[in-house]
């Protein structure tokens, strides 16, 4: 079965290991964060519309918007909310704006007890940085693709 | 004396008393009413994880020293580790005491390398009593080997929850219920597993491997033991070590119990159950060994395990080497 006795001992372990795993749930999780990505967005439409409504436009629009849903994101965050948000929605929280701030401020106030220089600054982008670094990159990339075409 | 690489005491050093502290979520499983001290609060009312689980250590070590009704001057040694960097809280936690110290690495196998080393040190007429303890914090763990506590992402099916605890014991020449007698020594096992979240598929060849080498040394088959004691295989490790022994003709089905698959009562996020250095230390030392003094358990083989790994070799892809140290446990009556 694991077949320790035969040459390929570790090949054999792991395909009974991976034989063994328990199933993700991929439809219940597709659903969930297909549920609360949703409803993420559907909460910075309606901002949309109220701050239209109050007469921005344009860019002002579309930052403001962005910076509320920033916001709560981190108000979330502190208020220890957010990562049970997550644990059950995945993807659905994680990929909106908020999902940024998430990783963001949650590093942001577990090194604080390292001091507000070396904690709470230096490691703030220790999840983010990645993001960071491969969004402005392929910005770039897709940029000059673009130029010629 | 020793056969192949287990050790057999010939005074069988006793083990004395034994203390545990466990947190919230533990309270509400089997332990939490045999463990001493149950916090409320994981941070303990200091500022940090960190030093919650170093307070959570001392204490203790604190508790099972008054509990063998000794004082500083009559402890000559105290081992201890914990999975922190540098062992910090086990260092750290070794200042309030005027004994000497000293540090261990074994990951979650700790509590079974400290009653090892320390009865081999008492049956070697260098010690008198010595204390044993081990114990890990969940949010202090997260932090160095996942992610940050708040970070919103899912955990897979096959993790576990590190346990929030700490148990020690004293080990000691002459008084006490339970005997520590005999020992063997684990090997590093490491069968390609890569996954990080799966640890109890890591370990369970470094537990089947100990275990057998046990039987085989102390001529001995899984029946005669009342029960067998793993560290945090959680479920999936469980039964994978059960296949595993099955396949050498061992049988463990029967009286095989893991520390880190009993420790949580409720099934929310834990999925696979307990692990942790605190997770083998604070069953050990609240419920089994409190079992074992009221005569429930007679023989006991308690084999913690393991995993060997760091940040920085799971980030360079390699597997985790494991290892499993097993103690026989025998209870007068």
């Known amino acids: 079965m694991t077949g320790k006795n035969a040459q390929n001992c570790n090949e054999n372990y792991l395909k009974y290991v991976k034989?063994?795993?328990?199933?993700?749930?991929?439809?219940?999780?597709?659903?969930?964060?297909?549920?609360?990505?949703?409803?993420?967005?559907?909460i910075g439409q309606f901002f949309r519309f109220m701050l239209e409504y109050a007469g921005l436009s344009g860019d002002e629009l579309a930052g403001a918007v962005s910076v509320i849903l920033i916001f709560l994101g981190c108000l979330l965050t502190g208020l220890g909310v957010y990562?049970?948000?997550?644990?059950?929605?995945?993807?659905?929280?994680?990929?909106p704006i908020t999902g940024f701030a998430n990783s963001v401020t949650s590093p942001a106030l577990e090194f604080k007890t390292e001091g507000y220089i070396y904690g709470t600054a230096a490691k703030m982008f220790t999840i983010a940085g990645a993001i960071i670094v491969y969004g402005v990159f392929s910005g770039v990339l897709v940029g000059i693709i673009y130029y010629f075409l | 004396m020793k056969k192949g690489n287990t050790l057999f005491f010939e005074t069988q050093p006793k083990i004395r008393s034994y203390a545990a502290i466990c947190g919230s979520k533990e309270k509400e499983g089997v332990i939490g009413s045999y463990a001493d001290i149950t916090l409320s609060d994981d941070m303990y009312g200091e500022s940090t994880y960190e030093k919650a689980e170093c307070k959570?250590?001392?204490?203790?070590?604190?508790?099972?020293?008054?509990?063998?009704?000794?004082?500083?001057?009559?402890?000559?040694?105290?081992?201890?580790?914990?999975?922190?960097?540098?062992?910090?809280?086990?260092?750290?936690?070794?200042?309030?005491?005027?004994?000497?110290?000293?540090?261990?690495?074994?990951?979650?196998?700790?509590?079974?390398?400290?009653?090892?080393?320390?009865?081999?040190?008492?049956?070697?007429?260098?010690?008198?009593?010595?204390?044993?303890?081990?114990?890990?914090?969940?949010?202090?763990?997260?932090?160095?080997?996942r992610y940050p506590l708040e970070l919103g992402c899912t955990r897979p099916p096959q993790s576990q929850w590190t346990v929030t605890g700490a148990g020690g014991c004293v080990i000691s020449a002459d008084k006490g219920d339970i005997r520590i007698v005999n020992a063997t020594l684990g090997r590093v096992r490491d069968w390609g597993v890569t996954d990080v979240n799966n640890m109890g598929a890591a370990m369970a060849p470094a537990a089947a491997d100990t275990l057998m080498r046990h039987f085989k040394d102390t001529d001995t088959l899984?029946?005669?033991?009342?029960?067998?004691?793993?560290?945090?295989?959680?479920?999936?490790?469980?039964?994978?070590?059960?296949?595993?022994?099955?396949?050498?003709?061992?049988s463990i089905s029967e009286n095989h119990v893991d520390c880190g698959e009993i420790i949580y009562k409720v099934i929310e996020d834990e999925f696979q159950g307990g692990s942790g250095a605190g997770c083998s230390a604070v069953v050990m030392n609240s419920y089994v060994f409190t079992k074992m003094s009221a005569g429930l358990y007679k023989r006991v083989l308690f084999a913690a395990t393991g995993a060997l790994l760091s940040t920085v070799s799971s980030g360079q892809g390699e597997s985790i080497p494991c290892i499993s140290h097993a103690v026989q446990l025998e209870a007068d009556l």
């Open chain 1, 19 to 42: 034989q063994l795993d328990p199933p993700t749930k991929h439809f219940k999780n597709c659903l969930s964060a297909f549920g609360v990505g949703g409803l993420i967005c559907t």
């Open chain 1, 83 to 95: 990562d049970r948000i997550g644990r059950h929605a995945g993807a659905g929280s994680i990929v």
């Open chain 2, 56 to 145: 959570m250590l001392s204490n203790a070590v604190r508790l099972a020293v008054e509990k063998a009704a000794l004082t500083d001057a009559d402890i000559d040694v105290l081992l201890s580790g914990d999975l922190l960097n540098q062992i910090i809280s086990a260092s750290f936690a070794a200042r309030d005491f005027q004994f000497p110290f000293l540090g261990l690495y074994s990951a979650c196998s700790t509590m079974s390398e400290g009653m090892l080393l320390a009865a081999a040190l008492i049956d070697g007429g260098f010690a008198e009593n010595c204390v044993a303890a081990t114990g890990s914090h969940f949010a202090s763990a997260e932090r160095q080997y």
């Open chain 2, 222 to 250: 899984p029946e005669d033991y009342d029960m067998i004691i793993t560290g945090d295989l959680g479920a999936l490790g469980s039964r994978i070590l059960k296949d595993l022994m099955w396949e050498k003709g061992y």
